[in-house]
């Protein structure tokens, strides 16, 4: 079979402005007829329209039309058509008047052995735009699964806090010194009872020297280290860690035991996600300087924040409402023994304390739950919330004598009256530190500073 002559273009040269519209009505959204110094002679765009204005175009350099970086894609693009009569495709971008680039897929071929060249482009617009709507609904995709992985490792953390056995070992017996009421719940044995005792009878028989060879390897090695064991009483696995530390009575190890009965499948995630929420006591992740990293709903509601983003950053005490110093019996527990379990009471509102740290090898974290026990008799709280509860309930008889407005005042200075003395105990009666605790003028303070409503007369201040 004898093979085809070469197509004559030089015939049809003349033409280029005539087929550069037809290449617009069957093929093309553009076509440009260009020389051989890529100065564009004309230009046809299809009917329908291109989001590009090419008024002007004509006698113009075709790369002084297109966005800096692609000027060389042009200048490839006419070399190429004029050493081998075809160029293949090229993405290039127009500048537009919208801020936004117009990317047109362009090929060229020269008609013949003269300089004239048509250049037919198809608007990538419409794809350019599915493919950036793509992108950004996977990278919304991405930011919903790291903000879930995030969302599920902060409950994980918190839900380890609330429930996790600690314990406070000797780094020479592997004798318990001190243990968390979780841990006494765990292995259904008292607190009094687990102390003295060696760490490793809690656990099945076989796996006793397995507990003790990964005590001797943290202590050895002064890093963390874990195993799975069962527990003694019942075939329930939990995870072992033991983390070495250095307290004043010496080298120590904190060792934590956390069930593995639920899994952190979807199911399990919303029991542990339920358990942190619903729970009384406030719960709460810090830094050695008592920032709170991650919180609970309880510790938020108790601050009077919004939400947790309005407290991350903020100190535990200063959501507390207590002073730093108050906190200190705690800290001091703490960081001798790695566990503390105590009570205070703070401005006259009795706290339990129940702390332990965190293992971090970057930085010291501390892990706290904090429940509010009462009010001692015969305090601020306990006698002026009775005045406050028998106040109100008497307002409904004074409706028609009193209106509206002179009602809710005569309450809401009950309630402010009642607010800064709660405050001036917390304080120590420092006007000062319960203005700013308040976040009011000093002299709001001095005026109710002391006196008290008598729980039959009305509050004048």
């Known amino acids: 079979m004898s093979k085809q002559p070469p197509l004559d273009l030089n015939v049809i040269a003349p033409l280029a402005p005539q087929l550069a519209e037809v290449c617009t009505l069957v ?5 440009l007829v260009i020389g051989g110094d890529g100065v564009i002679r004309n230009v046809s765009v299809r009917p329908s329209g291109m989001p590009i204005d090419p008024a002007g175009w004509v006698g113009r350099h075709f790369s002084d039309l297109v966005t800096d970086s ?55 617009s419409a794809v350019s735009a599915i493919q950036q709507r793509f992108l950004e609904r996977q990278q919304a995709m991405e930011r919903d699964f790291w903000q879930l992985r995030n969302r599920e490792s902060r409950y994980r953390t918190l839900f380890q806090v609330a429930t996790d056995a600690v314990m406070v070992v000797s780094a020479d017996e592997f004798r318990i010194l001190e243990a ?35 005590l001797v390897t943290a202590r050895a090695s002064a890093q963390p280290a874990e195993i799975r064991v069962p527990l003694a009483h019942k075939r329930r696995y939990v995870a072992l860690s033991a983390t070495p530390y250095r307290s004043p009575d010496g080298l120590q190890l904190l060792v934590r035991a956390r069930s593995l009965d639920a899994g952190i499948d979807s199911a399990g995630h919303q029991q542990m996600l339920d358990f942190v929420e619903r729970m009384v006591d406030a719960v709460a992740v810090t830094d050695s300087a008592l920032r709170v990293l991650m919180a609970n709903r309880a510790l938020v509601a108790m601050s009077g924040a919004r939400d ?20 200190a019996p705690v800290l001091e527990t703490l960081r001798g023994s790695g566990i503390a379990d105590q009570r205070l009471t703070i401005g006259g509102i009795r706290y339990r304390f129940t702390a332990a740290l965190l293992e971090d090898a970057d930085q010291e974290h501390l892990g706290f739950m904090v429940r509010c026990v009462g009010t001692p008799s015969g305090g601020v709280a306990s006698g002026e919330m009775e005045t406050l509860t028998r106040r109100l309930a008497g307002l409904g008889s004074e409706l028609g004598v009193s209106d509206l407005r002179s009602l809710v005042h005569s309450f809401s200075t009950l309630v402010e009256g009642y607010l800064v003395r709660h405050a001036l105990e917390r304080c120590d009666q420092d006007a000062a530190k319960t203005a700013k605790l308040l976040g009011v003028d000093e002299a709001v303070v001095r005026t109710h500073q002391g006196s008290a409503p008598s729980p039959d007369q009305p509050d004048d201040s």
């Open 308 to 327: 947790e983003q309005e407290i991350e950053g903020r100190t535990l005490p200063e959501l507390l409402g207590v002073p730093r110093e108050a906190l």
């Open 70 to 124: 692609n000027r060389t894609k042009v200048d490839l693009l006419i070399e190429e058509v004029l050493r081998d009569g075809l160029s293949r495709r090229r993405e290039i971008n127009h500048r537009s008047g919208t801020g936004s680039d117009i990317p047109v897929n362009y090929a060229a071929i020269r008609l013949g052995d003269t300089d004239t060249v048509l250049v037919a482009g198809r608007d990538l």
């Open 27 to 31: 093929a093309s959204d553009i076509a």
């Open 180 to 214: 968390n009421a979780a841990g006494a719940e765990l292995f259904e044995i008292p607190v009094e009872s687990l102390q003295g005792s060696d760490v490793a009878v809690v656990f099945q028989r076989p796996f006793r020297a397995a507990v003790h060879e990964l």
